[in-house]
């Protein structure tokens, strides 16, 4: 495995470190008037197995759809990309849909994946030089959404990013501009993004897909409250708690909320939180889009809008974009520092 030769600013955290970003983001968000907890904190080790198996669920079509489209709009999608490419992914995971875009290239064009999981990113290394022994990698351990430099001896090739999985729905449509704007400031001015995005659908298919029959996707929310008393030494009653997915057409977003069913009195960390029955904590969004809605957002990040592959249903789409260079209007990229949600 080659090492990556920037690492980003200190998100290898210790885990005492770890556990008091953990208890922070905890005991802010069950302080507000209306609770919230990070989305990125549903992924410990047991919420991304259970997601795994999300995303095989009947009910869960983005996935299996946008590895659909990847599959058979592959060949198109790489046609324009340069030989000497560097096609970077932000918040790369597993790099399985990767793999799809890496069969059309020639090895020649790097690869670097971008991920805060280094386990995550070894695995994925290790079994992509297997499978593609002459490629390039460089992974980088870090969060996406800070500045990233690349190796120096790959700066002056052409930049692609894929940014796959829906993963922009998790941001509000401002933070959402904020972010493809950090991404083109990363890909430079003549770069190009590969971004799946998920559509508008009726309610009824959205909400299944977010609130299954097995119950799965209650076992990964509910799992929240479950690290917080493995990790924070917390007693919270999970049977207090129910898990609800409803579709908000006016935001035109899914939201995910662990809904207290009784009410009661919990303590963590130390502090005392009181739950009315009904009240419920805010764990995640994912907003859906229009083709139309989605252009408009990269329109306004300094992007111009190109080719759209969508499947037969129309349910999710991927949208090839292109830097506009020199851009006075485009939108300043997320902030250094600032704290953004990274789900998927």
């Known amino acids: 495995m080659k090492q990556p030769t920037h690492v980003n600013r200190a998100l290898e955290l210790t885990e005492t470190q770890g556990l008091d970003v953990f208890a922070a983001a905890v005991i802010e968000g069950f302080s507000k008037p209306r609770k919230t907890l990070p989305c990125q904190f549903l992924y410990d080790a047991r919420g991304s197995a259970l997601f795994e198996q999300i995303t095989e669920l009947p009910e869960y079509y983005p996935t299996r759809t ?18 000497d490419s560097v096609l970077v992914e932000f918040g790369s995971g597993s790099s399985i849909k990767t793999e799809l875009l890496l069969k059309h290239l020639p090895p020649t064009v790097a690869y670097v994946p971008i991920d ?90 959205l909400v299944r897909a977010y609130n299954d029959s097995a119950g799965i996707t209650a076992a990964f929310n509910l799992n929240l ?3 917080i008393n493995r990790e924070l030494g917390s007693a919270i009653d999970i049977s207090n708690f129910r898990h609800e997915a409803i579709y908000d057409p006016l935001r035109g977003r899914i939201e995910m909320h662990l809904e207290s069913v009784v009410e009661h009195t919990t303590h963590i960390s130390g502090r005392k939180f009181h739950f009315h029955a009904g009240e419920s904590i805010h764990t995640e969004n994912s907003y859906k889009y229009t083709v139309a809605e989605f252009q408009d957002l990269a329109r306004k990040a300094g992007w111009s809008t190109g080719r759209v592959w969508t499947d037969g249903g129309a349910q999710f789409s991927i949208h090839e974009l292109t830097a506009r260079p020199n851009d006075p209007e485009r939108t300043s990229p997320v902030e250094a520092g600032k704290v953004v949600q990274e789900c998927r």
């Open 116 to 205: 805060v999981s280094p386990s995550a990113l070894s695995e994925a290394t290790h079994r992509l030089e297997s499978r593609f022994p002459k490629l390039t990698i460089y992974p980088i351990t870090g969060s996406f959404t800070d500045p990233v430099e690349l190796p120096l001896s790959l700066q002056q090739r052409p930049r692609v990013g894929f940014f796959p999985g829906s993963t922009i729905g998790n941001w509000t449509a401002e933070d959402a501009v904020s972010l493809l704007a950090s991404f083109r400031g990363v890909l430079n001015e003549h770069g190009r993004l590969i971004v799946g995005v998920d559509l508008k659908k009726d309610a009824r298919t």
């Open 66 to 83: 946008e590895i659909g489209i990847l599959r058979e709009q592959a060949s198109e999608i790489t046609a324009s990309i340069p030989d």
């Open 225 to 227: 409250l479950v690290r």
